[in-house]
């Protein structure tokens, strides 16, 4: 079985804190993402990476920068936390099938963070 | 409007009752699908996916897919207490290129 592991389950950070979210896959999978969830507006990509030092801009990705060092590793990194980064952070990687898109990604069981 | 729609319920039904949750999504060159289950405080695990049109089956779980009015459902028959959790179907392929387009979620309930 693909796991996915996120560092914390539960975090809790002040403003202005740079805050790392660390997440590590063992299923030698291309393509890792990170997700925020948030209560009525579902999955939204922060960013994502296809390879090892590689990384693509999702959705939302201001206020975010991520790291890919090792192909099972990609951290998240919040570089002066504020109240409105409080959410459910959730990575998930998958393999890639090319031009028809992503196999189906597996995801961690996420870090909720809470931005004092 | 969104790439996929889904109703957030929540749906409350008896044990042992066929569940039917839908998607509609607005991009057709989406070619998998994809439905995930989520259990509070849990992340979201892979239940079925698949390709293009037609029917998927795998044990209680039903998926099935037409692209023609772009409509995604899972089935759930004989229902169990065990399935209330929160269903979130996917799409991705095509013009979406590396990403995964994931609906909000629909909260179940299935009372014993």
């Known amino acids: 079985d693909v796991k996915v592991t996120q560092s914390s389950r539960y975090l809790v950070k002040r403003t202005g804190e740079k805050v790392f979210l660390e997440c590590v896959q063992d299923?030698?999978?291309?393509?890792m993402f990170w997700y925020r969830q948030d209560p009525g507006l579902g999955l939204r990509l922060i960013y994502f990476s296809y390879d090892v030092k590689m990384k693509e801009k999702g959705d939302i990705p201001e206020g975010y920068s991520v790291s890919r060092e090792k192909k099972e590793r990609f951290s998240l990194i919040l570089e002066s936390a504020s109240t409105n980064q409080t959410s459910m952070y959730l990575c998930?990687?998958?393999?890639?099938?090319?031009?028809?898109?992503?196999?189906?990604?597996?995801f961690g069981d996420g870090t909720r963070l809470s931005i004092l | 409007q969104k790439e996929v729609e889904q109703d957030p319920g929540p749906l409350s039904v008896p044990e042992g009752a066929i569940v039917s949750l839908n998607c509609t999504y607005s991009n057709s060159a989406f070619q998998y699908f994809m439905w995930y289950r989520q259990y509070s405080r849990k992340g979201p695990e892979l239940l079925m996916y698949t390709y293009s049109s037609g029917n998927k089956e795998d044990g209680r779980f039903t998926a099935q897919v037409d692209k023609s009015s772009k409509y995604i459902s899972l089935f759930i028959r004989d229902s169990q207490p065990s399935d209330s959790a929160t269903y979130l179907c996917a799409g991705t392929g095509g013009t979406g290129g590396f990403k995964t387009i994931f609906g909000a979620g629909t909260r179940l309930f299935v009372k014993a």
């Open positions: 998930a990687s998958s393999l890639s099938w090319g031009t028809a898109g992503n196999q189906p990604q597996h």
């Open positions: 299923m030698d999978h291309e393509n």
